[in-house]
């Protein structure tokens, strides 16, 4: 497989899950619980598991096996999640917040995690 190729089936996914962070960090309308406390629960965990996601997606797409391209992977989610609280500042009815960018940052770590820790996992013998 050509290197152009491999390098844009390795970052399609990423390119894909942030146009749809975008996209649901755009929509001014989102559907609301009548218990406050519930709906927070709620969208604190959408935010860490499409972060997670995205993390996942990031190591992915870098080949994270040493600490540098680790460490860019995370980088590169917190980024995310700066960007998109600062670009919720500008919909109607949504507002950025310092504590999302935290959540979604060590989400994104948590994702990155994941992926190097199960690639560093030796593979199990197939017993068919």
Not at 11 to 24: N, Q, R
Not at 46 to 59: K, W
Not at 66 to 91: I, N
Not at 110 to 127: H, I, K, M, N, T
Request: glycine share 6%; charged share 20%.
């Amino acid at each position: 497989m050509n290197r152009w190729r491999e390098t844009l089936l390795r970052w399609l996914p990423v390119l894909a899950w942030m146009g749809l962070i975008y996209f649901w960090s755009s929509r001014p309308d989102l559907p609301h619980l009548d218990e406050y406390w519930l709906e927070m629960l709620l969208r604190k965990i959408a935010h860490a598991m499409e972060y997670a996601v995205l993390g996942c997606l990031l190591a992915r797409a870098l080949g994270a096996r040493g600490w540098r391209s680790t460490a860019v992977a995370v980088a590169l989610g917190a980024l995310y999640a700066a960007s998109d609280e600062w670009h919720q500042t500008f919909v109607a009815g949504r507002k950025g917040n310092l504590w999302d960018v935290m959540l979604d940052s060590a989400a994104a770590l948590a994702g990155v995690w994941l992926y190097v820790r199960r690639r560093a996992r030796p593979q199990e013998p197939d017993l068919d």
